[in-house]
């Protein structure tokens, strides 16, 4: 890992966030796939995205109790496009908007 360029955040993502002050390129959001985790992950830190940079959540494919990321997407206002892999693993991400 490089450092200058990248950024690994450990902890509770609804705490960590917080102490966040800068925007990032990407944010890559694989952490507790509960609906209700995925769905708190996306409105906190599609903010610490700049304008014209990504944000992405993995499994997107899944579906069930047991993952929340399907879900969300359904109820998201965005226009997600997908990476699959096989009909369970896949990733959706979406190009932040310019202001």
Known sequence: ???SFETV?????TIVFKEIEQQFDVVFID???SYEYVKKDLENYYPKVKD???I???DANFEG???GTPRVLRES???WNFIS???EVGIAYLIKETK
């Open 56 to 58: 992405a959540l993995h």
């Open 9 to 13: 955040l450990q902890g509770d993502s």
């Open 85 to 87: 892999h096989s009909k």
């Open 65 to 67: 109790e047991r993952y």
């Open 52 to 54: 014209g940079g990504i």
């Open 1 to 3: 890992m490089d450092k």
């Open 77 to 79: 206002p965005y226009n």
């Open 31 to 33: 952490g507790n796939h």
